[in-house]
């Protein structure tokens, strides 16, 4: 199930960045922006099966949570330097999967893992038999896992992408997020001066609040 998380995520990247830079170029992607969509969508749905079987817990859910805020912005980066090899890591990372999941379908013909039926999601998003077993969606899994295999060494190795032909798109994407970070800093600095005013007012305010008291009754004890 960790597989997953990670495995839906390339293909949202590419897409994203593809996209970008097919408005930025007034060009068409040559149908590669909705091929990596719906490879994203397709690691989506494995992921869908795996919850309804597995039921993460809260901790597993707080790990993806971890695990995919540092790979996506490492596979941003990487894709954004070289989506060929980018593209590589993914087609090792599929040929992974599709050896987890010949493990899987080992263990349920052994007996090791039970034979249960299959999810409903599985069954409408694959449209299975309705009396289908969990080895017909692992068996699907795999063949999918096989596709988007096949489909990023061909990328790795086709002319379809060269996002840092000029080298200033980086130094702007670069500049674009020193300026959200400067401008979080800002309304972070903003927040605790207000904060610490807000204390000093309050502090200032018992202050005189008890100095005035303190007045009073000494010239009610001197009258």
């Given at each position: ?13 590419g ?7 097919s408005l930025?170029?007034?060009q068409h992607?040559?149908?590669?922006v ?11 749905m ?6 309804e079987l597995?039921?993460?817990?809260w901790?597993e859910r707080?790990l993806?949570?971890a695990?995919q ?8 980066v990487l ?8 593209h ?5 990372l ?5 050896h987890?999941?010949?493990?899987y379908l080992k263990?349920?013909?052994s007996g090791?893992?039970?034979?249960v039926p ?8 694959w ?6 077993k ?7 899994i795999?063949?999918?896992?096989a596709h988007?295999?096949?489909v990023?060494h061909?990328?790795?190795v ?7 032909n ?6 702007k994407?670069?500049l674009?997020?020193?300026?959200i970070?400067?401008n979080l800093?800002t309304?972070y600095?903003f ?19 008890s ?7 000494h010239e009610?004890?001197?009258?």
């Amino acid at each position: 199930m960790m597989l997953e998380t990670v495995a839906a995520v390339p293909g949202m990247v590419g897409g994203m960045l593809l996209h970008l830079k097919s408005l930025r170029k007034f060009q068409h992607s040559g149908g590669w922006v909705k091929a990596l969509l719906e490879e994203a969508e397709n690691e989506r749905m494995h992921l869908m099966t795996m919850a309804e079987l597995v039921k993460p817990k809260w901790y597993e859910r707080f790990l993806v949570l971890a695990v995919q805020g540092v790979f996506f912005n490492a596979f941003f980066v990487l894709y954004i330097l070289s989506p060929k090899v980018a593209h590589r890591v993914v087609g090792y990372l599929e040929e992974e999967a599709i050896h987890s999941y010949t493990e899987y379908l080992k263990d349920i013909d052994s007996g090791a893992i039970e034979n249960v039926p299959a999810p409903a999601i599985a069954i409408d998003y694959w449209r299975l038999p309705k009396d289908a077993k969990l080895k017909d969606v692992i068996t699907v899994i795999r063949a999918d896992e096989a596709h988007h295999r096949d489909v990023n060494h061909f990328a790795s190795v086709s002319v379809l992408h060269h996002l840092c032909n000029d080298i200033f798109f980086f130094i702007k994407l670069c500049l674009f997020y020193q300026l959200i970070i400067l401008n979080l800093f800002t309304v972070y600095l903003f927040l605790c001066f207000s904060f610490c005013h807000a204390i000093l007012l309050n502090l200032w305010s018992q202050y005189t609040g008890s100095l005035f008291i303190w007045k009073t009754e000494h010239e009610n004890c001197k009258i």
